[in-house]
């Protein structure tokens, strides 16, 4: 048995979604443990700390919104992935502000799921440190100098802009909300048009389409992710 495998607990109250999950992520060398409801999920989070859980919001004996509120008031900080409705965009936004590290609608596909857990991970690995030169495809920011090039060219950007590339290569792979990015760049009140604006901006000068971005995605009614590493 590998005692290193690590350990994710599937939080789902619908028996094919925790079979999928346990035969797929298994097959990815992940040990799967299973909860149907709230109770079994914090049972196994107190007896098991799994390293990274996959939780539905909609729970029938209390939401997910709730339980992961209620782990990250109590310090518990471990990753977490949220699976939900596409038409539930209100809650994906409340539990990725409340403390969850990415998510995934459903349907969805099991190596989709496995790439955010891979992103999770090794972002909650890499919180402590930040790398001088980050570097995805074509695409290179010195955050010590912060020199933005593309394909070896320079890129000439706006403080604003540069600062909304800053902390997106921060969390790259990881999908930041609007309120997140707004409140890093222009404080609590700003207007997520300002955003939007600037995204725009940032796109025309870095993205080879930029109306088919390759390295800022939008995540629909959500946030932003910029395109993690290689």
Known sequence: MNTTAV????VDDEPPIRKLLRVGLGAQGYVVNEAQNAAAAQ?????????????????????????LM???EDGIQIPVVILSSRTDEAGIVKALESGADDYITKPFGVNELAARIRVALRHRLQQQGEKAIFQTGGLSIDLVKRIVKVDGNEI?????????LRVLAQHAGKVLTHQFLLKQIWGP?????????????LRQ????IPDQPHYITTETGVGYRLREPE
Not at 7 to 10: E, S
Not at 189 to 201: F, G, I, K, P
């Open 205 to 208: 000068k870095i993205e080879q």
């Open 7 to 10: 350990k994710i607990l599937v």
């Open 156 to 164: 000439k950007l706006s403080p604003k802009e540069y600062d909304i």
């Open 70 to 72: 209620e782990w990250r």
């Open 189 to 201: 009140a700003a207007d997520v048009q300002y955003l939007r604006v600037y995204v725009r901006q």
């Open 43 to 67: 049972a196994s989070v107190d007896e098991d700390r799994p390293d990274l859980v996959v939780l539905d919001l909609g729970l029938p004996d209390k939401s997910g919104q709730d339980l």
